[in-house]
């Protein structure tokens, strides 16, 4: 079963613009990670944030995580059109050595 | 440093027919992973490798997949036979330290595999 779920399963917005995606979790976990997948392509990492973290940025990325509603966003700054792909948060919990996916947030930044 | 290979890239089969696929991490690597990607889905794990012993394959249909990593480096997966629903595309990943609690996943571009 998949543990994450991102949100809205679409967004579409114009170069420029800022563009926030949610993940929902329902057990604990000791990092979410978010990736992109470009179409046809494989998974790509962006950013790893462990559970005692709040917030983290890594260039126009900014990664927020709040443990108390099991919910990370992913909001990107001033986008692109080469910002256009599907994002999925990832979570690994436990003694679990494996990540599990949630079913993603297909972005489109329109030039 | 090179990335995650895989191949073929492309595959059509009829069901009930068998097919393999091939991966090669990052050297150095000492994890791998199988992933199962259904269209407008997340990725799903098959099964998890460290070295060459087997981690997790408790998602694995082992009445029809199997998977192999020789030697702790290259990796094969086979679908024999296979079913139209095994239609996805099949994504091999790699990580540095055992484990997702500090590792990111470097991902191959993926085998996409048709059953008609």
């Known amino acids: 079963s998949q543990q994450g779920e991102e949100d809205p399963q679409a967004l579409s917005i114009q170069e420029g613009e800022n563009a926030t995606m949610n993940c929902s979790y329902k057990?604990?976990?000791?990092?979410l990670q978010w990736y992109r997948q470009n179409s046809g392509r494989g998974l790509v990492h962006l950013i790893l944030?462990?559970?005692?973290?709040r917030e983290k940025h890594s260039g126009r990325l900014r990664v927020t995580l709040d443990t108390s509603k099991k919910s990370s966003s992913l909001l990107i700054t001033a986008s692109r059109a080469a910002d256009t792909a599907s994002y999925f948060c990832?979570?690994?919990?436990?003694?679990?050595?494996?990540?599990?996916f949630g079913s993603g947030t297909q972005l489109t930044v329109l030039p | 440093e090179a990335g995650v290979a895989q191949s073929p890239r492309y595959k059509i089969i009829e069901k009930r027919q068998s097919v393999a696929f091939w991966c090669n991490p990052i050297?150095?690597?000492?994890?791998l992973y199988w992933y199962q990607q259904i269209l407008g889905q997340g990725p799903k794990l098959l099964i998890q490798?460290?070295?060459?012993?087997?981690?997790?394959d408790s998602q694995l249909p082992k009445d029809r997949f199997s998977a192999e990593r020789l030697k702790g480096v290259d990796s094969t997966l086979k679908i024999q036979p296979a079913k139209l629903e095994d239609s996805a595309v099949y994504l091999c990943?790699?990580?540095?330290?055992?484990?997702?609690?500090?590792?990111?996943?470097?991902f191959g571009n993926g085998t996409r595999l048709t059953v008609t």
């Open positions: 944030i462990r559970s005692n973290e």
């Open positions: 050297s150095g690597h000492a994890t």
């Open positions: 490798f460290q070295n060459n012993g087997v981690v997790d």
């Open positions: 057990t604990s976990i000791n990092n």
């Open positions: 990943a790699s990580s540095r330290i055992a484990g997702a609690l500090n590792s990111p996943l470097h």
């Open positions: 990832a979570t690994g919990r436990g003694s679990a050595r494996q990540l599990t």
